[in-house]
């Protein structure tokens, strides 16, 4: 696949769009550092996300919004949390709050948990794409997995070549760091990630106090977030179902629903976090899961299922 980087005018963002529809993730400037976007509705989409960036786990994505309208199809403000959207939006904070009643969000970019991590950008570029495209996109840092995030289009163009169809390009951005992300509680906040909107900002704007981790040092978020994780035993690498087992099934292991019958690993990420939680829902006592080849996105999937294995 060749890599085109385009001005990020009217044709431009027209293009990126059009890929975006057809679950291609497409590189756009954001004010803080160039995002890999995808449809947050459309789990093929994200999962297209996690394959281009080679991330070898699926972390929670940001849902980002173009404006309060879609901001509430997505989550659910307090007042609190509406504070906070009314003095630093749009711009570089993103707010973790509950996932709204029928969100029009895939369950793979909030991993599957109750959750989401929303953000109105800055950038005039995203916002216009997010308008265009008519739903939120999720959009991780554009680059591989590992990397430092991009802040100017060659950045991502070096880093993600041949991965990605398109790369808007809209000259280098502005904050060069990652949005801070704080997760609302009903009286307070906490800091998962630092970034321009200090806790002082924060305080101020919320009349609320901001909590970091015990030692005073921040983790990193994606190690923070607690992934849904079922509530019953789970086996890897069933090959059929014993007694009180749900079988999760891929390719030529049917099971009682199947992650892709084709063995198809984009697919397969797509339901992933669909099938756990229908799994858990059903009477059996326990999980089983077929084997998932160790390979592209296969990767992501069977850390995420040993992390679901792992005895609790
Ligand atoms: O500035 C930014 O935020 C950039 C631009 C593109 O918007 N995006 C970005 O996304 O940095 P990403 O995927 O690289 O980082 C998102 C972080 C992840 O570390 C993830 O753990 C955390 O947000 N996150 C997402 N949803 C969460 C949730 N429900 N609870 C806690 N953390 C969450
Ligand atoms: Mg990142």
């Known amino acids: 696949m060749e890599t085109r980087i385009i001005p990020a005018d009217e044709a431009g963002i027209a293009a990126a769009a059009e890929a975006i529809q057809r679950t291609r993730p497409v590189a756009v400037p954001t004010e803080t550092v160039y995002g890999l976007a995808g449809d947050a509705t459309n789990g093929d989409a994200v999962a297209a996300i996690y394959a281009a960036k080679g991330r070898p786990s699926f972390n929670p994505l940001i849902v980002h919004v173009d404006g309060m309208d879609m901001a509430e199809t997505v989550a659910t403000f307090s007042p609190l949390a509406r504070r906070l959207a009314e003095a630093f939006w749009p711009g570089p904070l993103t707010l973790v709050l509950p996932l709204a009643e029928d969100a029009p969000v895939a369950r793979l970019t909030t991993a599957g948990l109750s959750t989401v991590a929303v953000r109105m950008p800055a950038h005039p570029v995203i916002r216009a794409l997010i308008t265009r495209c008519g739903h939120p996109l999720a959009a991780p840092s554009a680059n591989a997995s590992g990397s430092i995030s991009a802040t100017r289009a060659e950045h991502v163009a070096q880093s993600l070549a041949g991965r990605i169809e398109l790369v808007l390009d809209g000259g280098p951005t502005e904050v060069g760091i990652e949005s801070t992300i704080v997760a609302v509680e009903e009286d307070r906040l906490r800091l998962l990630r630092p970034g321009s909107v200090t806790p002082e900002m924060l305080t101020e704007a919320g009349s ?63 339901r992933l976090f669909d099938v756990l939680h229908v799994a858990d829902a059903a009477s059996a006592p326990a999980i089983a899961v077929a084997p998932i080849p160790a390979s592209g996105l296969g990767i992501a999937i069977n850390d995420r299922l040993r992390r679901a294995a792992a005895p609790r």
Do not use: C, W
């Open 208 to 270: 609320v106090s901001v909590s970091t981790s015990d030692n005073g040092t921040i983790e990193a978020p994606g190690q923070m977030v607690s992934h849904y994780a079922p509530s019953k035993p789970v086996r890897l690498n069933a090959m059929e179902r014993r007694p009180n087992e749900y079988l999760i099934g891929f390719g030529p292991v049917a099971g009682d629903t199947s992650l892709s019958p084709d063995a198809n690993l984009t697919e397969a990420a797509a």
